[in-house]
């Protein structure tokens, strides 16, 4: 029987390792193509203003809105890129869960009020916005499915 340990710590390890990914990703694209790279901070900073907005809460500076929007980022992609496991089939769950990932990423902001640009600005746009979270979630499965075999 495994211990859950065995299992966990490579699958948390493998999920930040894609939400690493995922942000560098977005954020060298974003400086090297701001035409048309997926803005997924603004959505980010959008989020975080709502949210405080309907607690009463004061509304932080840009740069601290961003800092607190990239750290929101790479917890919940680290924890939602964990779900991928470990072991065999953890780079197909890891691929799947990416495409879900980007899919929902250009799909539902509009629907949660966040607006549609940032994401869904242009056909590059939605493909950029699709392709890095699949690749998020494909280095999340080959990270945690190599830590699993280490503890094997």
Known sequence: MTKPHTTLMPALLGGMAGAVALTVLHETV???????????DVLGMRGLRKLLAKADAPQPDEETAYGLT?????????????????????????????????????????????????????PQTKAMTVAWYTVGGIVAGVVAQQLSKENV
């Not at 974003?30 to 997924?40: G, H, Q, V, W």
């Not at 890891?94 to 539902?108: D, E, F, P, S």
């Open 70 to 122: 990239m750290l929101g980022d790479l917890v919940s992609n680290g924890l939602c890129y964990s779900l991928v496991g470990t072991g065999k089939g953890a780079l197909g769950r890891g691929t799947a869960l990416g495409l879900a990932a980007g899919i929902g990423g250009v799909v539902l902001p509009g629907p949660l009020g966040l607006g549609e640009g940032p994401s869904n600005r242009t």
């Open 30 to 40: 974003r400086r090297l193509r701001p035409e048309d790279a997926p803005r997924m």
